[in-house]
């Protein structure tokens, strides 16, 4: 078979990660130099550096990860195709992997969550969309950092704009019009900008005056602030479609092409039991640690929803200009609220 399902006489034998994964420099820049190249062999879906995983077991080694969108017996290969076992010293992993947006194929909610309109406030974890698009997830409340402070509701690119001609001020609703929102009835906040890039798909819009905005996504919470994604950390989201789901960070610096496009720079959160974790309409979704912490803004999945991908959120944050806290009081306003409370 090719890399990943053979067994190497005498290899350590690790066990699954039980946390963090110190991070090896060395194995980053062995990605960074052959990942143009492995993208070029037939059924690779993305390059990254990713856990190593043997016998469906995940370990807490680090490695080349490379994903395929069908594995194939090594027999079956032309030489020219057979992917290298290691590059440099560093073992290189595949796993059967390919990856879609989730703006399709979202189920239909039950009567009960489609009759929801959340008033008076939007609550992040539930369903959005922009009226060109069919539902996603409201992702979390922001802020405006390039100048006014206002709150802001963050979510995909595809799920808030969907087309190249989208445009500033253009509605969104809560729901998305998948799951009954209309527009003016639902309209909560107009497109402000957005970024789709080969690193980011994510968008914020400001509320138009006829809803609040929850700070706390539903069934996690508040944000407690901004981190970074690392191997082997737990992760979580709150979704339109499965809800809470959480799993483990299996791949950092993913190349990986979803829907014909390369993104760069991704990662990937995986499913401890195989189980489905993320389904259409997720898209959108904060991606959380165990702190609370912002790291990634999901807007794919594996088509069996074993995993998802995530924008790094120190990209969402730069692309779109936001901040995950509002600006502080002005000293003037701090002090009089301070005598009010005293």
Not at 59 to 77: I, M, Q, T
């Amino acid at each position: 078979m090719i890399p990943g399902e053979r067994e190497e006489g005498g290899a350590r034998e690790e066990g699954p990660p039980d946390g963090p994964i110190p991070h090896d420099h060395r194995i980053d820049v062995v990605k960074e130099r052959f990942a143009a190249r492995l993208m070029t062999y037939p059924n690779v879906t993305g390059v990254g550096v990713g856990l190593r995983m043997r016998a469906g077991r995940r370990l807490s080694e680090p490695c080349v990860r490379v994903f395929v969108s069908r594995k194939v017996p090594e027999a079956e290969l032309r030489t020219s195709d057979v992917l290298p076992r290691e590059l440099e010293g560093v073992t290189v992993d595949v796993v059967e992997g390919e990856f879609t947006l989730l703006r399709n194929g979202a189920p239909p909610l039950s009567p009960e969550r489609r009759r929801a309109r959340h008033f008076p406030f939007a609550v992040p974890g539930t369903s959005v969309a922009g009226l060109r698009v069919t539902a996603g997830t409201l992702g979390a409340a922001v802020y405006d950092a390039t100048g006014g402070g206002s709150q802001l509701l963050l979510s995909n690119w595809h799920v808030l704009c969907g087309v190249p001609e989208c445009a500033a001020g253009e509605e969104i609703v809560q729901p998305g019009p998948f799951d009954g929102g209309t527009a003016p009835r639902d309209t909560v906040a107009r497109l402000l900008r957005y970024a789709d890039t080969d690193r980011v798909d994510a968008a914020v819009a400001i509320l138009d005056g006829n809803r609040f905005l929850s700070d706390a996504i539903a069934g996690i919470g508040l944000v407690s602030g901004v981190g970074a994604a690392g191997l082997g950390m737990r992760a979580r989201k709150s979704g339109r479609t499965t809800g809470v789901t959480g799993g483990i960070i299996d791949a950092v610096g993913l190349d990986v092409t979803v829907g014909g496009r390369l993104f760069r720079g991704q990662f990937t959160v995986a499913s401890e039991d195989g189980a489905p974790v993320v389904a259409g309409g997720d898209s959108g979704s904060l991606t959380v640690d165990d702190r609370n912490r912002a790291v990634g803004l999901l807007f794919a999945g594996r088509t069996d929803g074993a995993y998802w991908i995530a924008n790094p959120i120190a990209d969402v944050i730069a692309a779109l200009g936001i901040r995950f806290t509002p600006d502080p009081l002005p000293l003037d306003a701090a002090v009089l609220l301070t005598a009010a409370d005293s």
